[in-house]
């Protein structure tokens, strides 16, 4: 952007002093130009409300508001502007699309982004603006926030009350003060509220765009979080015939923000309506026409053919450059200053002509962020408001700041000039700073924390050393908390993994208390995205419940036991198991709290199971159940949100269905599965809802009912995938196979085999292990549909010695029969296939899962009803 002040300067520099740094005979234009410059001649004054012909001033970068001043006129660019346009067109015909602007800085994305909104809006669009703040300071979802406020402030209440009603009502949670977080984030659910905020935002932005259409410039992608990224995939790809398309800016990848690039370029390279415009330097020629547009003189092609040379015809690095040159020229009064290589140098060099006051206070601005807030600028330097007026002006003036927005709002005129006057600051005094803008935003927003949680968590970080380390990990839970209200489970974890970093370490119980409380969070929340089996999850379960021990409340105690527990079953652990749940009985009678007595009844329960004392298991679960459904009528105090995976009042029935099916007992088990949806409805609990899918599966599995198994899966399968819980969503693969392949149809073994082999492979990827018996035993009856029977018998084999390996004994009966069948079917002496029907009968005897032994409905309640007898 073009500042009036400096502008003189850089004509100067274009007359006399570029050309003959650049060695270059000054042309006949420039001797003239310079000719008028030394006579001050009023031709070279600013333009006076001479609106630039093709540029109406551009909407703020932050809000969509109007800003000051306006662009340069666009510089070539031709075929760049013309497949953004395309995708334009693309979006009007009702297919949302997003394109990818890629390119290093200052090489003229947003300039890019301009020109197309420009158009865009000429064409009756609405165009808004969003985006990310550098340096890790924003809040999940800063972007998208920015567009969701900009619209609700651009169309009025009305507009927004439509948009938001029924499925747009998620959106509002990005709208402070029109419900904001509290527009329903049930704390027992945080992947429901991830639903609700994706598809929210998503219909709200349909609603709009049929009124009118919209282009979205998503700005500085590289330094978005990831849930940013999804959500904007989300719109992108679930919007229904929404006129709408979202440009997104994004850095060429660079050293510490290259993920977040990647990311973008994924997303677009995914969508079919995804699009990459890759910017490269402006040609020899159009650096002629660009330099000649700033010095506003005709430019010689080889004075235009040097400066390309100089700057990778970058046209930020070109107009620095000119206004460098111009500057020193002016204070040097000679030419033959040498000129600077890169564009950080050229930044620099022009930096340090400001006086010391003035650098001061842009340090500390600098620190603060690309968008300045003055009141907190104040504080930081211990000045009033009103004494920065000067500095301010004259960073304006020297084209540093410009205000930007709302009153007492300043912002770099470039994040270039921002970042090299943060790298010119000595580190020692750039923390001291830090400390003292979390100071000052903790005394500012003392009654309103959660409002600025991930600025003060950046800034308390960034001040490491001269910080107080208690609050810096007190700031981060606090940024972890409103980021996990937000469904934004990347940036929670960045949170804790740093909060973890900076507890202060042989503090006493005061950092024990503080490192347990990270930890269990963490370990929750770990296990959540990456699954129970992850290694990281289980190093945060060790270490939590050594401290756990020292200085845990009982929620602490019930979140960690039974991630322990979980984890332990899931390798196979199951004396592990069983010490995790008799722990929890014991700490449920110290502590009297029925939540934990509940977990430990299910815990004993789910480890009888596991290891064949099936009439033990189904004592156990029906105490759990009882006390889950006392616990959901309200009948034994309330329960209290604890950070857990599966929720015992849903699994305790849902395992409890699963054991009564293997008895044989089907209408027990299909009133105990009703309890189990049920409760997972009312808690609104979606990891619960997943795993009960997965348990439901299986029981199917057992009772020989493909089609249910396919029905369950594929809605476990459908949450799973919309949650991103990955490991789940491989946990209803087996099911989901196996009954593809036994409900028939071409092609369907295949696909069925294909499946369960896949979910094999996660499950044997996972660290220590995890239990395969089961998936082998589909995959042996998957082949046998399809009269596979050699390689049936493989994979029955297989799953006979991995679930005695792990001593898994409850569903040997059904492999044994299966086996017996492969025998049968392939020739094998009638002996063998016969010694494992026998076996099949007396663990099937033993173990009492009786409903193993026959394969049909009818075949099962005879078996039933004679064992009831
Ligand atoms: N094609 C062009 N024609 C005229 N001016 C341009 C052109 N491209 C860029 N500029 C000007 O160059 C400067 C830098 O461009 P811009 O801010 O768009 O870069 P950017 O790629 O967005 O950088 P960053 O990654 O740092 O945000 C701006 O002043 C812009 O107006
Ligand atoms: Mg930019």
Known sequence: MRGAGPRAGGVRAGAGGLAEELGIDPSPQLQRLHALVLRQDPALDPPVDRPSPSTPPPPSPVSGQVAAGAPDALVGRAAEVDACTAAWRTALSGRPTAVAVVGEAGIGKTRLAEEVGQRASAGGAELVWGRCLDGGGSAAYAPWRQVVQALADSRGPESVARASAGRGAGALVLLPGAGGASAAVPAASPEVARTHLFEGVTAFLEVLAAERPLLLVLEDLHWADPETVQLTEHVVSRAARAPLCALLTVRDPEPGAAEATDRVLELVSRLPTGERVQLVGLSPDDVQRYAASRLEVAVD???????????????????????????????????????????????????????????????????????????????????SPLDLLEPLDAAATAGVLRSAGAAGQQQFTHALVQEVLLAATGPMRRAALHARAADVLEAQYAGDLARV??????????????????????????????????????????????????????????????????????????????????ADVLAQQRRAQQLVALVGTPEQRLSTLWGAMWSAIFRGDFTAADEQADEMGRVAERWQDDQLRLAHHHGKGVVHVQTGRIAAARAELELATALAADLAAGRRGGVTPVELLEHPLVSAPGWLALVLGLLGEDDAADACAEQARTAARSLGHAYSAVFLAVLEGWRHVFADRPREAVRVSDEGRETARTQGFQQLEAFCLGPHGWGLARSGGPGAVETGAAEIRAALEVFESLPGGASTGNLLFALCEALGAAGRWEEALQAGRRSLAALTERGEEPYLPAVHRALAECLRRTGAPAREAAEHEALARAVAERTGAVALLRRSATERQGVGSTLGA
């Open 453 to 534: 949680a991930a600025r003060l968590a950046h800034h308390h970080v960034a001040a490491g050393a001269v910080g107080d380390p208690e609050r810096a990990v007190r700031a981060c839970l606090l940024a972890a908390s409103t980021a996990l209200a937000d469904t934004a489970y990347a940036d929670a974890e960045r949170h804790l993994t740093t909060a973890l970093e900076l507890v202060p370490s042989g503090g006493g119980s005061r950092s024990s208390e503080l490192e347990l409380e990270v930890r269990v969070r963490l370990a929750a929340l770990a296990s959540l995205v990456h699954g129970y089996g992850a």
């Open 301 to 383: 092609a080889s004075v235009a053919q040097r400066l390309h040379a100089r700057t990778n015809g970058n046209p930020f690095f070109i107009a620095e450059l000119v206004r460098l040159l111009g500057e020193e020229r002016a204070v040097a009064g000679r030419a033959d200053v040498e000129v600077p290589r890169s564009v950080h140098a050229v930044l620099e060099r022009r930096l340090a002509h400001l006086g010391s006051d003035l650098r001061a206070v842009l340090s500390a601005a600098a620190v603060l962020g690309r968008d300045v807030d003055v009141r907190l600028l104040a504080g930081v330097l211990g000045r």
